[in-house]
DNA sequence: TAACTGTGTTATGTCGACAATGTAGGGGCT
DNA sequence: AGCCCCTACATTGTCGACATAACACAGTTA
């Protein structure tokens, strides 16, 4: 019923998971340097750890490295964010066409059920909890999907990048009530098995936050955006 | 105007360049295991390095690691590979729209010269460059697409892994005669700046490779698919 | 004064050894 | 005989130390 939670059995699991927390939740800023002897002694352990660490978060894209210099965390750009939601479009209107092929009848309703249980949740005005809803109601179609590349991508890959984007430019929890309904529609077209209308939906979806991200960036709040 | 040569500066990079080529051309099958001693011995480096090229071969999704059990080269089935032309369908054609976009003439010149010089070589029979051929296409394609997530994801992650299925589904070298019409109605549309048209005739280009897939795998020549 | 070179420092890259975990095989118990 | 447990081996995970490359700064020279 809920995400599987991500278990770390090593040690370098553990501090890739700590690491991406704090890059993602920007405690570790967009282009801050890592270094590894810092590292390994702030989370008490040896550099070969960390360096493992830091591959994993170079899978994810979170930090670039060049050899003999370094690894930094990734430079944020507002065009980089726009280009990342053209990619999400494309590969989130294909998993929620496949999710209408290929959900079944019990996914189908633990889907619905998240929603209105998280519609009562909005109304009691807890917004809070609208980013955790809004990443499981994405993530449940992605899986639903039932394709093992695609999910590698955006789960793996891209999500947590996404993340990294809406908190360091300062764009937390936008467009509650409209993603709603637009969340309820793309579950009723998968609901009722129609691929073409789920695929527009979403794309739609997107994009709408898209645009909603573009204006934001237009009348920038509080600092560049690189 | 060619594919930009990877060089390798570390020990780590080299060794994992070499065992990516090993692996996508089928020298180490798929679902073998990987051990690091062994690998460490055959390229006579340390374990540290072998174990940093694992975790780039991780990234590409072209073996997977079980904590405390080790790598293996992930395994390959027919439906994995159907389910990587989808995906490449909905990120291709994105890019030839995007390309269509952002490509400069000297880009689409080069493009186009590309088709010309490599139309003349097959007419002489060279079907033999076919494969590298086509990969220098999409690659331009991808390129000229400027979308950075979109490079990263197609050039470094699903690149590699599509020419593992080839080679080891066996499916070297097909349909050399209609891609060429094919790619060059794309170069066309693109050199048009016809986005939608681009995008079309991409995804179809891509659907018509993955039906010619289909029925390859249909009538397995030589060996099991999973 | 400006540019270049040499050196010293600091970081990363690589290595071999030790620790911890998973696995297979043999022996004992029911 | 079949199942379980315990031991021994093999493999991976982790560590600290050394080798090597990049960077900064001072000294020299035109």
């Known amino acids: 019923m809920s995400l599987p939670v991500e278990v770390a059995k090593t040690s370098a699991e553990k501090t890739f998971y700590s690491l991406r927390k704090d890059i993602v939740e920007g405690r570790i800023p967009s ?9 390994a002694s702030r989370y008490a352990v040896s550099r070969a750890v960390i360096r493992e ?3 994993r978060l170079m899978s994810c894209h979170l930090v670039e490295r060049k050899a003999n210099v370094g690894a930094k965390v990734v430079t ?23 999710a209408a092929r290929h959900m079944n009848e ?6 619905q059920q998240l929603l209105s249980q998280h519609s ?15 990443v499981d109601f994405h993530y449940r179609i992605v899986q639903g999907s039932k394709n093992q ?22 764009m937390a929890g936008p467009r509650v009530t409209t993603a ?12 009722n098995r129609d691929e073409e209308l789920a695929e527009m939906l979403m794309r739609r979806h997107i994009l ?3 645009n909603n991200i573009k204006n934001k960036l237009l009348t920038p709040s509080h600092f560049p955006t690189n």
């Open 120 to 134: 009562a949740q909005v109304k009691h005005g807890q917004s809070y909890y609208q980013e955790a809803g809004d």
């Open 31 to 39: 282009g801050a340097k890592l270094s590894e002897a810092e590292l």
């Open 149 to 170: 590349h695609l999910i590698n991508v955006l789960i793996d890959g891209m999500y947590h990048l996404v993340r990294m984007y809406r908190v360091q430019l300062g």
């Open 53 to 55: 660490a830091i591959s």
């Open 106 to 111: 019990t996914e189908v309703d633990e889907l």
């Open 76 to 98: 944020l750009s507002s065009a980089g964010l726009i280009e990342l939601y053209q990619v999400r479009e494309a590969l989130e209107g294909m998993a929620a066409r496949l």
């Open 208 to 210: 709408y936050s898209r």
């Open 180 to 191: 709603f309904d637009e969340h309820n529609q793309i579950a009723l077209a998968i609901a």
